[in-house]
Nanobody
Framework: QVQLVESGGGLVHAGGSLRLACVAS????????MGWFRQAPGNEREFVAV????????FYAAPVKGRFTVSRDIAENTVYLQMNSLNPEDTAVYYC???????????????WGQGTQVTVSS
């Protein structure tokens, strides 16, 4: 069972930045792909970005490409999501998730963190 713990959410003004972190209890074939998702009230959970432990392959959703950067620290079993140029539409609960391979939909991920709130004020 892979456990994921997120941190780093908070309140920020539009145009500001935040960095989220996700610590995984282990790195195995079960969680080679580490994804970030977000869910705003009334909306479905949507894909944000993903990175692989092996090779560091990354993919981003169109709304965040060029503003968000996903990275990993293998020694610390930690994945980061650096979020720049934030706008109110980025307000959501952000979740870290793990899957055996790169995927873009929530149902393909087997393990989830508890989520961290990001609020962007205008």
């Amino acid at each position: 069972q892979v456990q994921l713990v997120e941190s780093g959410g908070g309140l920020v003004h539009a145009g500001g930045s935040l960095r989220l972190a996700c610590v995984a209890s282990e790195r195995t074939f079960r969680n080679n792909a580490m994804g970030w998702f977000r869910q705003a009230p009334g909306n479905e959970r949507e894909f944000v970005a993903v990175i692989t432990w092996r090779g560091g392959t990354t993919f981003y959703a169109a709304p965040v490409k060029g503003r968000f950067t996903v990275s990993r620290d293998i020694a610390e079993n930690t994945v980061y999501l650096q979020m720049n140029s934030l706008n109110p539409e980025d307000t959501a609960v952000y979740y870290c998730a793990a899957a055996p391979a790169v995927a873009g939909t929530a149902d393909e991920y087997d393990y989830w963190g508890q989520g961290t709130q990001v609020t962007v004020s205008s």
